[in-house]
């Protein structure tokens, strides 16, 4: 996990000051660069009536355009980039940025909806959450209005296998540049209905899940502090409610097994946990 070039996504609405924040509070705490970029639909080209409009719309949405970059440069200063980039989809056209840039994280802000302190996934977050070629970090609702002073602790959404390994290395290794500890979580979900049968494998789900946070935090240890914690309940929602979290914590999950390599794509538990999150997020791309 680098952060030396960030990209935040910005559109001339509230809930992307939220995206916007999180982006400059990570750039100053990391001093890297940061660049804003502003993506607009095509200039349609179809011959017709609507021809004779084509260069009053253009016109247009570069206004559009040139008013949010510098609504954006009002909260991220002369310090940072601001580009344009025209697509039909939002989370595509800041692909294509992500990719000519060689951007290491993108940031937006949550869809509108949602409520107070959630995220909500829309249209742009789902396109990034399903192809993009480097980390997407999502913050949640109202994050702008009072944003930490610092970060203070990256969590790890922790399962055994390949890609939640490499997740722990690259969360360690930005807790070191960031300077602060690493916690490593583990979801224990279980039914209402608590028989025998189920009581029993719940308490080797435990003991495993146990074991397998110990292991992963053990080669971490040397450099950095390390916590460990198992989270249960009858639900994601609920599991994530049992622990505390810190006004500026930051949730890594990585991407599924089953998405492509060097890929954003998002599982059924990790889109679980953004969607119940109270803290910013973000989603790893798969490794080998």
């Keep these: 996990m680098k952060f030396d070039k960030v990209l935040a996504g910005y ?22 660069s940061l660049t804003v970029a502003t993506v607009q639909p095509p200039v349609a080209t179809t011959p017709g009536p609507a021809r004779a409009d084509e260069g009053a719309w253009r016109a247009y949405l570069r206004e559009q355009a040139e008013n949010a970059l510098a609504q954006a ?19 595509r056209g800041l692909v294509e940025v992500a990719r000519r840039l060689g951007a290491d994280v993108v940031v937006i802000g949550s869809a509108p909806g949602g409520g107070r302190f959630r995220i909500t996934v829309g249209s742009t977050a ?65 039914t209402g209905r608590r028989v025998r049968i189920e009581e029993e494998m719940l308490v080797r789900l435990r003991d495993q899940a146990a074991a397998d946070l110990r292991a992963a935090a053990r080669g971490q240890r040397r450099r950095l502090q390390v916590e460990v914690e198992l989270l249960e309940g009858r639900n994601v929602a609920q599991a994530l409610g049992t622990t ?12 599924s097994e089953a998405g492509p390599l060097r890929r954003v794509f998002l599982g059924d538990t990790s889109i679980k946990i953004v969607q119940a999150a109270t803290c910013p997020v973000m989603i790893l791309t798969r490794e080998t």
């Excluded at 970090?137 to 009072?146: C, F, M, V």
């Design 11 to 32: 559109i001339a609405e509230p809930r992307s000051m939220d995206g916007l924040a999180l982006a400059v509070l990570l750039t100053r705490q990391t001093a890297g």
């Design 126 to 190: 789902d396109q990034l959450l399903h192809s993009s070629p480097v980390p997407v970090l999502l913050a949640p609702r109202g994050y702008g209005d009072e944003p930490p002073a610092a970060f203070e602790r990256i969590t790890v959404a922790y399962r055994r296998g390949p890609g939640a390994d490499a997740a722990v290395k690259g969360a360690a290794k930005a807790a070191v540049t960031l300077n602060i500890p690493l916690r490593l979580v583990t979801l224990v979900l279980r």
């Design 73 to 91: 440069r009002e909260l991220a200063g002369d310090q940072a980039e601001y580009v344009r980039n025209t697509n039909k989809g939002s989370g």
């Design 244 to 255: 505390t979290w810190l006004p500026g914590e930051l949730i890594v999950c990585a991407s």
